[in-house]
């Protein structure tokens, strides 16, 4: 691919992250910009990977399409203790989620390329106002249910490691 292709890729990508992810990093708007059409229903349940986060294991799903990275947990109900989804971005940067059509709370720990949790936030359910990392130097957003890092005992520092090995290793891309 040439350079060109791939940064219109790479905004693509971002540009379309769904109810986690805004490209304006200070926008705080009920809705993304340009236009775009959302979704209007939960996706079904996205295909799993196991992570080791400190003392607990999840299995977690990937959201790795653009479409599916768009929807996230937009318009889930009921949340459970076990349920996660991880978001790859394309590339380290600072981290944008919102909770655009998100009727419950979770959290969200912002982790960087190497795999080491540098933040761990709450997320109001439907609170459109992007919550920004701290550094530009985040690659993958683990969202679980609300509170549950704190209830099992994890907090920035600690590295995530998948069933297949280091996060890097996991989910590479190749561009």
């Not at 292709?5 to 990093?25: E, M, P």
């Not at 768009?70 to 459970?80: A, C, D, P």
């Not at 969200?108 to 795999?115: C, H, N, Q, S, V």
Request: hydrophobic share 40%; aromatic share 8%.
């Amino acid at each position: 691919m040439n350079r060109i292709t791939i940064l219109v890729w790479c905004l693509a990508a971002v540009a379309l992250a769904g109810c986690q992810k805004t490209v304006d990093t200070t926008a705080s708007t009920a809705a993304p910009p340009g236009g775009h059409q959302l979704p209007t229903h939960a996706q079904p349940k996205l295909p799993t990977i196991k992570l080791f986060v400190g003392p607990a294991t999840l299995d977690t799903e990937m959201a790795l399409t653009p479409e599916q990275e768009e929807t996230g947990m937009m318009y889930r109900t009921n949340i459970q203790d076990s349920d996660s989804m991880i978001f790859v971005l394309p590339y380290p940067q600072q981290a944008s989620f919102w909770m655009y059509h998100c009727p419950e709370s979770i959290s969200a720990a912002y982790i960087t390329p190497d795999g080491v949790i540098a933040e761990i936030h709450h997320f109001e359910h439907e609170d459109t106002n992007a919550v920004l990392s701290a550094t530009s130097n985040i690659l993958y957003v683990l969202e679980t249910s609300d509170g549950w890092f704190a209830r099992h005992g994890v907090s920035p520092g600690m590295v995530i490691q998948t069933e297949h090995g280091s996060l890097a290793d996991t989910f590479i891309r190749h561009q």
